[in-house]
């Protein structure tokens, strides 16, 4: 629910079809957030050794 107070239902698609994600689109959505981080982080170190090697 967003901050008016609509609901968006997430869902899969492939191959031109869709399923509706109605009852995990919540945890999917804390996921793929949590995995953006990870990301987002592993990238800032990484980032960061490559500038103190050299490399």
């Known amino acids: 629910m967003?901050?008016?107070?609509?609901?968006?239902?997430?869902y899969?698609?492939?191959?031109g079809?869709?399923?509706v994600l109605k009852?995990?689109?919540r945890l999917l959505a804390d996921f793929v957030r949590?995995?953006?981080q990870l990301?987002?982080?592993f990238t800032a170190r990484c980032g960061s050794r490559q500038?103190?090697?050299?490399a």
């Open 2 to 10: 967003n901050a008016a107070g609509d609901v968006h239902v997430g």
């Open 12 to 15: 899969l698609a492939r191959n």
């Open 17 to 19: 079809e869709r399923v």
């Open 23 to 25: 009852h995990c689109s």
């Open 34 to 36: 949590t995995i953006r």
């Open 39 to 41: 990301e987002g982080d």
């Open 51 to 54: 500038v103190e090697t050299g």
